[in-house]
């Protein structure tokens, strides 16, 4: 008994299962779709695809994505430069982007620190973060990370590092409209002593943070005493 399609419509199933949120069987109806469309179809995810493969980069500036670096919001002179907005991921930009309501610039991070995920704060964007802030037009740097543990932990470490300097730090962690499903799991629940477990678990010194605990680049420990 085949416990698997033949050849290329397995292989189809099996790229599109290793995507996130879509499981062997969302897989395997994706996968027959498209056997079933017609060929301009295909041919347009397929192109669409690749342009983006070839195309889109990420900003040099603020880590956002784009087809030319700077990013339309860090090219912008009628944005307020004077305030960076700090995400998580890209798609957090245009969640901020659709309410109209912030004129600011952003900086993503590329993720949250996740010891779980062997994710520390060397393998994400703050390294760049620190460079930017050299610049003495920058007089708020916002901090709207995600409402989980991984999110509010990172918000902590990086108002506890950014204290070192003159600059205002304001933490907005991103509310949901609604109590959603971790607002009725307990073990979502942020608590301050499991927050700052996970981040030592990550090596760090939990009574203070500084430029050295981070391991990042010599110039942007050199950029951050100069701030400081």
């Known amino acids: 008994m085949a416990l698997a399609y033949d050849g290329a419509i397995q292989r189809l199933i099996d790229a599109f299962a290793n995507l996130p949120g879509i499981g062997p069987k969302g897989a395997q109806r994706i996968a027959f779709y498209l056997l079933n ?5 295909s041919q347009a ?3 669409a695809i690749t342009e983006v493969k070839e ?3 990420f900003c040099d500036i603020c880590g956002n994505v784009c087809e030319t670096s700077p990013c339309p919001v860090c090219a912008d002179p009628r944005r307020d430069h004077s305030v960076i907005c700090v995400v998580e991921e ?3 930009v245009m969640s901020i982007e659709r309410t109209r309501e912030y004129r600011g610039m952003y900086h993503v991070l590329g993720g949250v620190i996740n010891p779980m ?3 520390q704060p060397s393998d994400l964007n703050i390294a760049k973060l620190i460079e930017r802030l ?3 037009e920058v007089k708020e740097v916002i901090l709207a990370l995600n409402p989980n543990v991984e999110g509010e932990a990172t918000t902590s470490f990086l108002s506890q590092l950014l204290s070192q300097t003159d600059i205002k ?3 907005r962690i991103r509310r949901r409209n609604h109590p959603g499903p971790c607002a009725r799991r307990p073990s979502c629940r942020l608590n301050g002593s499991r927050m ?3 981040l030592g678990a990550s090596g760090l010194d939990k009574s203070g943070f500084s430029y050295n605990e981070l391991h990042l680049p010599n110039q942007a420990g050199d950029t951050l005493k100069k701030i400081g």
């Open 196 to 198: 700052f477990r996970m």
């Open 45 to 47: 995810l397929i192109d």
């Open 169 to 171: 730090v304001t933490p």
């Open 37 to 41: 469309a017609p060929d301009e179809e």
């Open 134 to 136: 050299k610049d003495s």
């Open 55 to 57: 195309k889109v980069r």
């Open 117 to 119: 995920a062997n994710v």
């Open 90 to 92: 890209p798609r957090d």
